[in-house]
Each structure stands twice: as C-alpha cells, then as structure tokens.
C-alpha cells in the first residue's frame, strides 16, 4: 500500500479501531461493576474516553501494521483490570464479564452496518462516500475483535468463559496456560496460522450481516 494511500486509510479507518478497542473494554468494566467488582470504576477504566484505554502496540502499532499489510485487521488495548474474586459469583460471573467484550463488538458491527445501508441510499459526495469507507472497517475490526476474543486462550476473553464453564480440575488447568497466552497469541499473529483460524468464521459473520443490511 502507498504512503498517501496508507494515510486515507488511516484517517478513516482511526474513529472504528479506536471505538472497536474503547467500548469492548468500558463494557468489560461495566458489567464486572454490575456483578460486584469495583476495581475498572475506581481506577477510571468504565470510559469512553480512548486514550484511557490505548495500548502503544495493540492499538496503534498493530493496526497499522495490519492494514499496511493487508491482512486481517485487528489490535488490542489495555485489559481493563477485573478482580474476579471480588465478583458475587467469581466463576459463574466470569462468564458474563468475559462475555461483554464480544457482545459489545457485535453491537457495534451491527450499528456500523446500519450507518454502511444509510451511506448507500445517499447521494455519493464528500460525506457519504467517507461515512461508507468507515463503516466498511468499523464492520470488519469489530467482527475480528469477537471472533479473535471468544477463542478459548486465556487470557483473551474466550479463555475466560472457557475457565468459567468448564468443571474446577479442568479450568485449572487451562488457567495455567495465560502467562504465556499473549505470546501464543503474538506467534500466532505473526504466522499464517491466525489467518486461517480467524478467516472463515470473520469472513462467514461479514457475509451474514451484509447480507442481513442487504450491502
């Protein structure tokens, strides 16, 4: 991709990675404060404010990175610090705060779809054809971002929900796996081997909503 090229893309590309990465962590926070744990709302995570939640790698260098490239689009921020011993029901409510990063991506990829068939039924000008571009990505990081966090590794989100539904012996287990989960994770990001778990349930999820929004 080419210099000026790669600066379009960055320009409208910025506000849907950023908002992707930003509510997926707030919603984390949000609901671990529903369930007891204070931890997010005292240290100021529950935001939407981004910069609170940017990691120097995750969120900018790796985006980047990746459209660039032109691979697959995705990036992280920092984990929003979740307490989950001081949760009502610390493994029944890791599932639900695990869950609300997910839920908060496919919310958002549907609200993008939605502004992606409004772009469509305006005249093509200086505003319509931006807003289209940017719902386009905002589609697409957010169906990566769920996908990418319901595999089961901990410490991705996936990891948890697999720790909390799993039986005591056996979360145990895979909860030993998560000080090295990032790294399997960034081994994976730099090999083939996360495009193609990644590829076909992204590219499925994307066809299923353009085809629900009729793009």
């Known amino acids: 991709m080419q210099?000026?090229?790669?600066?379009?893309?960055?320009a409208i590309a910025a506000i849907p990675i950023l908002f992707?990465?930003?509510?997926?962590?707030?919603?984390?926070?949000?609901?671990?404060?529903?369930?007891?744990?204070?931890?997010?709302?005292?240290?100021?995570?529950?935001?939407?404010?981004?910069?609170r939640h940017i990691d120097p790698v995750g969120t900018i260098l790796l985006p980047l990175l990746t459209l660039w490239m032109g691979g697959?689009?995705?990036?992280?921020?920092?984990?929003?610090p979740v307490n989950f011993a001081a949760l009502n029901r610390p493994k029944q409510d890791m599932l639900w705060v695990a869950l609300a990063g997910p839920t908060a991506n496919l919310f958002m990829a549907l609200l993008w779809a939605a502004l992606a068939k409004l772009a469509w039924t305006?005249?093509?000008?200086?505003?319509?054809?931006?807003?289209?571009?940017m719902a386009q990505i905002g589609?697409?990081?957010n169906v990566v971002l769920m996908v990418l966090n319901l595999l089961p590794l901990p410490p991705l989100d996936g990891g948890r929900m697999a720790v909390s539904l799993l039986p005591y012996?056996?979360?145990?287990?895979?909860?030993r796996v998560e000080p090295y989960g990032m790294?399997?994770?960034?081994?994976?990001?730099?090999?083939?081997?996360?495009?193609?778990?990644?590829?076909?349930?992204?590219i499925g999820l994307i066809k299923l909503i353009n085809s629900i929004f009729g793009l």
């Open 3 to 10: 210099i000026d090229q790669l600066i379009q893309t960055i």
């Open 20 to 51: 992707a990465i930003t509510l997926h962590e707030a919603a984390h926070g949000y609901v671990a404060r529903h369930f007891g744990d204070m931890t997010a709302y005292q240290q100021g995570r529950i935001s939407l404010n981004p910069i």
């Open 72 to 80: 697959i689009l995705f990036g992280w921020a920092k984990p929003v």
């Open 122 to 133: 305006l005249p093509a000008n200086y505003f319509a054809e931006p807003l289209l571009g």
């Open 139 to 141: 589609i697409k990081i």
């Open 169 to 175: 012996r056996q979360a145990s287990i895979l909860e």
């Open 183 to 202: 790294f399997i994770l960034i081994f994976l990001a730099i090999s083939p081997v996360l495009s193609w778990i990644l590829g076909p349930p992204v």
